[in-house]
């Protein structure tokens, strides 16, 4: 490891560059024109999960046909008995404002030719509601964010920097921590990826925005990036952690060996009308739901999981031959192309899909200010759990929760920040003793090794048979993944495998500790209890 060392103090920190960590940056540096905001990403500053997002944003907005409380039955209907009521309510009367907020940062959404906006729908849906920029809502939202971020004087965006762990009391007082005394949160260390330096970022206020964690599977739609950091170094620093065992399958990602990570066929192409067809082309929902293709995501991607267990088949089919060709181009042009790029016309032949590891339901718990139960640690987005989801999330409400946590945090940080004090004698990260670690082919085994373990036992279907042999393989990769951190230099791809395994054995753990079946958690040992 290089000898130089540098330490760094910003009054905000933010880890993580999606939805919520720029707009809760946006926020922060405009209210408090002193103060200085840092957001730090491990990647380029728009490779996050936001930016994959396809379908769009679910918000009330033409209250002549929907309304809000039709949203909130749809959210909980998904959620399973498991949303807590009250933040629902919260997210989904926010919701427009905080569409507009978007619209006031440049995000364009696609109209009608009427000049409406064009609702798109997607399972679980009781009506149109999916605000969306064509099929790529997500990268259209880190457009206008970057933009405006770009030009805010008081905020430093540092991409290819890496947050290691959170600084509190354990590092400052050099005690151990208890999960019952309360912890305060000084900063992090960060990873400076092309200097090679551990930097010291002492923070006034940390913001964890760091998405999820879909990469400890093989098949995801989630980018490389999402090795669930955050869940991970909120773990370590004792914050609460829950539900993390509800892990959402998309049901359509385009079903395309070798490529990795799998490119995703947006709900809204089922919401436009496109058909689920087993390897044979027979429908089969109707054997599932009575809302067929529409009903929501876990009872879907459970069925697919199903017809390819039955037929001993690698893939499903998404028909979309029936649909006007011109109308579906416009509002697909991506997918369209996609499959063009694979020999596949969408106007004959039919798209090969099945499930992918998409989005996890649960993580650190935070309050509907969004404070997690570390002082002055808050999160937003996929990172957190805040009851919004239950066991289940429905479509699009993930870019909503993002944005409306970000704001919920930042206006309860206007009651605070003042008050709050500039962290002091924070010691610089210890690397003495540490070599450069030689053997790098140990850490790709090892990443493949999580992805086996959490595909073959930890997938859509459970039991505790596979439970048990994921914890105990899990076990053992700790224990050996624990000696080369120890003992290595650190790397970024060091790091996101300690992470990566810190959060398979938290899904497991989870799993374990689940004793009855709800949304997108399912154990063939276990029954569902009736609400
Ligand atoms: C999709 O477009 O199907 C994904 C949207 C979401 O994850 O909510």
């Excluded at 039709?70 to 427009?96: F, N, R, S, W």
Aim: net charge neutral.
């Amino acid at each position: 490891m290089n000898a130089e060392k540098k330490s760094y103090n910003s009054d905000f920190l933010i880890i993580g560059s999606g939805i919520a960590g720029l707009s809760f940056a946006l926020k922060a540096a405009n209210h408090f024109k002193e103060a200085s905001v840092t957001i730090i990403t491990k990647s380029e500053k728009s490779e996050s999960n936001t930016k994959y997002a396809q379908g769009g944003i679910a918000t009330v907005w033409n209250e002549t046909v929907d309304s809000f409380e039709q949203h909130i039955e749809d959210t909980l209907v998904a959620g399973d008995g498991l949303c807590d009521e009250d933040v629902v309510k919260m997210v989904v009367e926010d919701a427009p404002a905080r569409l507009r907020e978007l619209m006031e940062w440049g995000a364009i959404f696609d109209k009608t030719s009427k000049g409406d906006f064009s609702l798109g729908r997607e399972g679980g849906h009781s009506q149109d509601r999916i605000l969306h920029h064509q099929d790529l809502t997500g990268a259209e939202i880190e457009r206008a964010l970057i933009a405006q971020v770009d030009k805010t004087e008081n905020i430093q965006f540092l991409t290819h920097h890496f947050a290691i762990d959170l600084i509190t009391e354990h590092q400052v007082k050099k005690r151990q921590t208890s999960v019952l005394e309360k912890i305060t949160c000084y900063g992090a260390y960060v990873l400076d990826e092309k200097r090679n330096v551990v930097k010291t970022f002492a923070a006034k206020v940390t913001m964890l925005a760091s998405g999820g964690n879909g990469q400890v599977y093989f098949t995801t739609t989630n980018p490389v990036v999402a090795t669930g950091d955050g869940i991970a170094m909120a773990y370590r620093a004792m914050a609460e952690v829950s539900e993390v065992e509800f892990i959402q399958f998309h049901p359509t990602a385009l079903y395309n060996p070798g490529e990795y990570p799998a490119f995703l066929i947006s709900e809204a192409v089922r919401g436009a009308g496109a058909i689920l067809r087993d390897y044979y082309g027979n429908r089969f929902m109707h054997k599932y739901d009575v809302r067929e293709e529409l009903a929501s995501r876990d009872i879907v991607a459970r069925a697919i999981d199903h017809e390819l267990k039955i037929s001993g088949m690698p893939n499903v089919y998404l028909d979309c031959t029936h649909l006007e060709y011109e109308t579906f181009k416009n509002h697909f042009p991506n997918i369209t192309e996609k499959c063009l790029t694979l020999g596949i016309d969408v106007r004959k032949d039919f798209i090969p899909v099945s499930p992918a590891a998409h989005y996890i339901c649960g993580g650190v718990n935070v309050n509907k200010k969004g404070k997690t139960s570390i002082k002055n640690l808050y999160g937003a987005g996929e990172v957190t759990r805040t009851g919004l989801h239950g066991a289940n999330r429905l479509a699009s409400n993930s870019l909503l929760e993002g944005i409306v946590f970000a704001h919920r945090a930042f206006e309860n940080l206007t009651q605070r920040f003042d008050k709050i004090k500039t962290p002091k004698n924070i010691p610089d990260w210890n690397d003495s003793g540490v070599v450069k670690n030689m053997e790098k082919i140990l850490i790709t085994h090892d990443r493949n090794e999580v992805k086996t373990i959490m595909s073959n036992y930890v997938g859509i279907v459970r039991s505790n048979e596979r439970l048990l042999r994921a914890e105990r393989k899990l076990h053992v990769l700790f224990e050996d993944n624990k000696r080369l951190y120890d003992h290595s230099e650190l790397s970024v791809d060091l790091c996101e495998l300690r992470n990566l395994i810190t959060t398979a054995f938290l899904i497991t753990r989870f799993s374990k500790a689940r004793k009855e079946n709800r949304g997108g958690f399912h154990n063939v040992d276990l029954i569902k209890k009736e609400l």
